[in-house]
């Protein structure tokens, strides 16, 4: 490849950090070249894996996430003190909503540990599951279509009967966390997970360092809509910039609680 070519393309995902989609006449009349040479470009760049040819352009590339049992066993220590944290922060909770995912599982396992006479709504098996040990916590499982790679309820039944319900707060996980705001993997959780937020008077969500400036096809927050981020990691750059510009509390998981 030749020099040319190599700069063009790192320009041209470099563009695409800061754009969602982008056009190959744009591309062309910025670069000064034909638009036979982007589409080129941009197939090889979508060869590479590292975005998706569009008609008449190119979007960011859709990342993946591990399955939920792969997920299980990851970052387990950095989860644990993220659980943690946010039960230090919902000690006056009498009714709360807790999403899919590997890290509300261990919220769940905390608050079953250190809570006692509340309800939860989850649409969570593991999350049911774990809060099933302490026999104070009333567990509402939702009803609903049965994703099997999530262990979840989701769909219309599951979001209709969430709006017969509110909460003093959503915990909720997330795929990938931007300056775009939080996603997910599903975008069938991530309705779920806007319902949610919609029925609580506050919303916090857990996700470990692993999740910053990464975007998923199902965005189900904006950072304007979010109360707090607990996290085991400093954010940085725009991610940084966007939870100060809609003041979002930050709770890193090894700081103490004022």
Not at 121 to 142: E, K, Q, W
Not at 195 to 207: C, G, N
Not at 212 to 220: E, I
Request: with cysteine; hydrophobic share 40%; aromatic share 4%.
């Amino acid at each position: 490849m030749s020099r040319a070519k190599t700069a063009r393309q790192a320009k041209i995902m470099a563009e695409l950090n800061n754009a969602p989609s982008l056009r190959i006449v744009d591309l062309a009349r910025l670069h000064n070249v034909s638009t036979e040479t982007i589409r080129r470009d941009l197939d090889e760049l979508t060869q590479g894996g590292h975005l998706n040819r569009t008609y008449g352009g190119a979007v960011r590339a859709i990342a993946t996430e591990p399955s939920l049992t792969e997920r299980h066993r990851l970052y387990i220590n950095e989860r644990e003190r993220i659980a943690r944290a946010t039960v230090q922060l919902i000690e006056d909770a009498q009714i709360l909503m807790l999403g899919s995912g590997s890290t509300t599982v261990h919220v769940a396992r905390r608050i079953a540990t250190e809570m006692k006479d509340i309800t939860v709504l989850t649409h969570s098996f593991g999350v049911a599951t774990v809060l099933s040990i302490n026999p104070t916590i009333r567990v509402i499982v939702l009803p609903g279509e049965y994703h099997a790679t999530e262990g979840a309820m989701v769909g219309a039944h599951t979001i209709a009967f969430l709006n017969g319900f509110s909460a003093d707060y959503a915990i909720l996980g997330a795929s990938g966390l931007s300056d775009d705001g939080a996603s997910d993997a599903l975008i069938d959780c991530s309705a779920v997970y806007s319902t949610m937020m919609q029925r609580s008077s506050k919303t916090l969500i857990v996700a470990d360092h692993s999740k910053f400036n990464s975007t998923f096809p199902g965005r189900y927050a904006s950072w304007h809509q979010v109360d707090c981020l607990i996290t085991d990691q400093q954010p940085t750059g725009k991610l940084l910039q966007c939870l100060n510009q809609n003041k979002v509390t930050l709770r890193l998981s090894n700081e103490p609680v004022a």
